[in-house]
């Protein structure tokens, strides 16, 4: 047992590291596998070459939706949802993909907690990380891959299986390279007005004692150039949290609006990369979240699912 989460440890930091290094890029996962035999060792993450997958890669966006229905009535599914959460800075990414991973039980990795636990750490890499986020920049991709792997082979050793991915690909490079590695099955695309989303990032909070993500914010944004005008409740922390919340230091109207324009600058050609894979659902949020959420599972043909769960749980 050992021996095999040491081999499987061994390969995502490997392989990512071999597809960041490679020249020229990106390799064929056949090449990595062939060099590095333990590769075989994770076979079940990696990409299909048959259709023993729950997915294929040339399924139409509403093909997934029908499979994702049906997986859940598969009593053995062959692996679990590869899923991506992409959007803006303070769209919501974090708190619905959270709400999704606890519905469907895969875990939520956001790449963004993994770069602030790695700050809450005192350090070298610390330091530089400070130094890079507080100005609203992109981390390295050999910096995310690394905290990433770390991420994956933790979770592998504790049976995790599945994900869904939060903050991660955040650019073409990071899209490719996954793409090398492993299936992706959906990629959900939250999308908000921008003066929304200032608003929500001014108003975040983490209660520093459970990690859990709060927003003080009371939003009201009128209507205006044919956008509807939107309403969003705070979300308020419980009496426990409510004296331990602390605000993001990259939570700043200056860094918010830069960490905007890099979204805008990286995002586009992601967004191509998975449309053209006919695996990108956009989403407009309606509101806050009461109403966001029973549309977003509809939207995703989980609104059933939701129902019959809490009916057995
Ligand atoms: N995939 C990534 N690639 C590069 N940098 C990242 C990535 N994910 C997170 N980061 C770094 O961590 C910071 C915080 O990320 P995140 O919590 O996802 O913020 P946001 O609210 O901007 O979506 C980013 O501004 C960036 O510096």
């Known amino acids: 047992m050992i021996t095999h989460h040491v081999k499987k440890k061994f390969i995502w930091s490997l392989t990512f590291d071999h597809l960041l290094h490679s020249i020229p890029f990106p390799i064929s996962l056949q090449q990595v ?36 229905q049906s997986s859940f009535s598969d009593p053995k599914p062959s692996r679990n949802f590869q899923w991506v959460f992409l959007g803006c800075p303070g769209v919501g990414k974090g708190t619905y993909a959270s709400r999704l991973s606890n519905l469907i039980g895969v875990p939520h990795i956001a790449t963004g907690d993994l770069v602030r636990q790695e700050l809450s750490l005192s350090g070298p890499l610390s330091t530089q990380l400070a130094e890079i986020v507080n100005q609203g920049k992109l981390v390295s991709d050999e910096i995310i891959f690394n905290l990433l792997s770390k991420r994956l082979e933790v979770g592998e050793s504790k049976g995790e299986s599945g994900f869904i991915l939060d903050g991660f690909p955040r650019t073409i490079r990071q899209a490719e390279i996954l793409d090398e590695v492993t299936e992706i099955d959906l990629v959900v695309n939250l999308k908000l007005r921008e003066d929304v989303l200032v608003e929500k990032c001014l108003g975040r909070r983490i209660c520093s004692q459970c990690g859990k993500g709060f927003n003080v914010a009371s939003i009201n944004a009128k209507a205006e150039n044919g956008r509807p005008g939107m309403s969003m409740a705070p979300l308020l922390p419980p009496q426990h949290c409510a004296s331990k919340l602390i605000t993001r230091a990259d939570d700043t109207e200056q860094v918010v ?40 599972l509809e939207a995703l043909n989980l609104d059933d699912y939701e129902v019959k769960r809490s009916a057995v749980a």
Do not use: C, H
């Open 33 to 68: 596998s062939r060099q590095n035999s333990p590769m075989a060792a994770i076979t079940r993450l990696l990409k299909p070459s048959s259709s023993s997958s729950l997915f294929t890669r040339s399924l139409s966006t509403t093909t997934v939706f029908s499979d994702i």
């Open 257 to 296: 609006k830069e960490r905007l324009r890099v979204y805008y600058e990286k995002s586009q050609a992601v967004e191509d990369f998975y449309k053209s894979q006919g695996k990108l659902m956009e989403f407009d949020l309606p509101g806050g979240i009461p109403e966001s959420w029973p549309k977003l």
